[in-house]
Nanobody
Framework: QVPLVESGGGLVQAGGSLRLSCAAS????TGWFRQAPGKEREFVAA????????YYADSVKGRFTISRDNAKNTVFLQMSSLNPEDTAAYYC?????????????????WGQGTQVTVSS
């Protein structure tokens, strides 16, 4: 299967910024999901294989930006104006289909996650 490796998580103060990375061996439509303690995993953002189409959850619109690097085998999630409600384990997921989706079940591969903690 396609290995995915997330990185960039850590501790940040409320109002701060953090950038997460999802490295893969090839180009895939990629989504970001997060799961906070005691809550269900939820969709955050997604980007198509070509990088031209993006989706965002309403809760992060205007604060988070998903993008791809020049080689299009690494996907970033730039997070700004972070608040304690953004604290969660963040996961990237990829699918063979080049189109992104907000639906967790449609992704084929998952990374192991990276923890983001926002202090108040």
């Amino acid at each position: 299967q396609v290995p995915l490796v997330e990185s960039g998580g850590g501790l940040v103060q409320a109002g701060g910024s953090l950038r997460l990375s999802c490295a893969a061996s090839g180009r895939y439509a990629t989504g970001w999901f997060r799961q906070a303690p005691g809550k269900e995993r939820e969709f955050v953002a997604a980007i198509s294989r070509g990088g031209c189409t993006t989706y965002y959850a309403d809760s992060v619109k205007g604060r988070f930006t998903i993008s791809r690097d020049n080689a299009k085998n690494t996907v970033f999630l730039q997070m700004s104006s972070l608040n304690p409600e953004d604290t969660a384990a963040y996961y990237c997921a990829a699918r063979a289909n080049p189109n992104p989706t907000t639906r967790e079940v449609l992704y084929d591969y998952w990374g192991q996650g990276t923890q983001v903690t926002v202090s108040s």
